[in-house]
């Protein structure tokens, strides 16, 4: 069954950087897309970055498109996300979700870790 755990949120001042990571269990990062997204209060789940299992293409949402890196070390089975130039918009709760197909939605969603972006 797949599993996944976030870590690496925190405090984090405006223009800083920060490194999230998502590690796998239950199935392995060469056989399902990762997606990073992100919730703030009061405000709906964003898709954030996505990296797919066969390629390693990567997609990015707009707003943190040239900011934020998504990266996977498959031996590790490990999928990160580098996040560079950090605003207070970018406060949320970051998750990682897995997609074993094109056809199946995310799931398998992780319990999140905060980042708050504050000086």
């Known amino acids: 069954q797949a599993h996944l755990v976030e870590s690496g949120g925190g405090l984090v001042q405006p223009g800083g950087s920060q490194i999230l990571s998502c590690a796998a269990s239950?199935?392995?990062?060469?056989?399902?897309?990762i997606g990073w997204f992100r919730q703030a209060p009061g405000k709906e789940r964003e898709g954030v970055a996505c990296?797919?299992?066969?390629?390693?293409?990567?997609f990015y949402g707009d707003s943190v498109k040239g900011r934020f890196t998504i990266s996977k070390l498959n031996v590790k089975d490990t999928v990160y996300l580098q996040m560079n130039n950090l605003n207070p918009e970018d406060t949320a709760v970051y998750y990682c979700a897995t997609k074993p197909n094109k056809l199946a939605a995310f799931g398998s969603w992780g319990q999140g870790t905060q980042v708050t972006v504050s000086s």
């Open positions: 239950g199935f392995t990062l060469d056989s399902s897309a």
């Open positions: 990296i797919s299992g066969s390629d390693d293409s990567t």
